[in-house]
């Protein structure tokens, strides 16, 4: 299984970025996918989720800022990331919600 995440960068605060993560090794059309943080010196926490059927939920402190999304017949999983603020820097992972598995992430940096 390959978790592999882009679309990083450095931005501005209120910048955006489209986050990718291509997904193989899994029947991804069946699976929920998820994307998360880790900010330094902090623990990982929870982004978004998307389902199979494509229902979304998020964190509250990205609520209307962030889009998950995904495209099932490119196996990949998206995040919008939008009006980006400073606390929003870390390493973005995307996983199958319910299996424990991480790939290489992509790094969010945000700073004036």
């Known amino acids: 299984v390959q978790l592999q995440a882009s679309g990083g960068g450095s931005v501005q605060p209120g910048g955006s970025l489209r986050l990718s993560c291509v997904v193989s090794?899994?029947?991804?059309?069946?699976?929920?996918m998820s994307w998360y943080r880790q900010a330094p010196g902090k623990q990982r926490e929870l982004v978004a989720t998307?389902?199979?059927?494509?229902?979304?939920r998020y964190a509250d402190y990205v609520q209307g800022r962030f889009t998950i999304s995904r495209d099932n017949a490119k196996d990949t999983v998206y995040l919008q990331v939008n009006s980006l603020k400073p606390e929003d820097t870390g390493s973005y992972y995307c996983?199958?919600?319910?299996?424990?598995?991480w790939g290489q992430g992509t790094q969010v940096t945000v700073s004036s």
């Open positions: 996983k199958p919600t319910y299996l424990t598995l």
């Open positions: 090794g899994i029947d991804f059309n069946r699976r929920a």
């Open positions: 998307i389902t199979s059927a494509g229902s979304t």
